[in-house]
């Protein structure tokens, strides 16, 4: 699929899970997006990178897209926004990205959820669907996440998606201007080995 197909239209690559649906983000979710992202941002903050000036910006969004698109084509990540069953609202987004091939054949899972969503099982729904995709269709062997020790909501979520606690990093990832120890979190397909990978 084209760059530009992926920025302006609906590329077809659809989730499903409990009351949710993942769909890749579309230059049109721009105001949605934006304004759960301000609504959340003291939310949200303590748990990512420090956001750029120009982060809720149209064109940082369209660089975004442009970034997602590049990844999607060369199969390194697969971005979700996730939806809500009935009335559409995105609630979050997930990402199953830094997809490795060869005698790895892991990914990585993260996400985030907007503030007026927390705790409503929106997001859990969502990294369970996106280990289905994981393992089911593009055949991985492992999914790894990490989060940040204290956040006692996202290692509850993890568990509760399949994950174990498998160790401990420090100064692992730049979180909000600082290095961050993070606890590690693995799982490995259910499917032994039988995995056949499918073209997306």
């Not at 979050?92 to 899972?109: H, K, P």
């Not at 969502?126 to 492992?142: G, N, P, Q, S």
């Not at 006692?152 to 993890?158: D, E, K, P, Q």
């Not at 160790?167 to 730049?174: D, Q, T």
Request: net charge positive; hydrophobic share 45%; aromatic share 10%.
């Amino acid at each position: 699929m084209a760059l530009l197909d992926w920025i302006g239209q609906d590329n077809g690559l659809r989730l499903t899970g409990e009351g949710i649906r993942l769909r890749a983000p579309r230059a049109s979710d721009f105001a949605e997006w934006r304004e759960l992202r301000a609504a959340s941002r003291a939310f949200l903050q303590p748990w990512e990178p420090t956001w750029p000036a120009d982060d809720l910006s149209r064109a940082a969004f369209k660089r975004r897209l442009a970034a997602y698109a590049r990844d999607r084509e060369i199969g390194a990540a697969f971005p979700f926004f996730v939806v809500r069953d009935g009335d559409g609202a995105i609630t979050g987004g997930v990402t199953l990205s830094n997809i490795r091939r060869g005698v790895a054949q892991m990914g990585s899972v993260g996400y985030w959820c907007g503030r007026p969503f927390v705790r409503r099982g929106h997001t859990l729904a969502a990294v369970r669907a996106l280990r289905i995709f994981a393992f089911e269709t593009l055949a991985l062997h492992r999914l790894e996440a990490s989060c940040i020790p204290d956040n006692a909501a996202s290692r509850s979520l993890l568990v509760k998606a399949g994950f174990q606690e498998e160790g401990y990093a420090r100064a692992y990832l730049k979180i909000n201007g600082a290095w961050r120890d993070h606890v590690l979190f693995g799982q490995i397909s259910p499917l032994g080995g039988r995995n056949e990978q499918v073209s997306v």
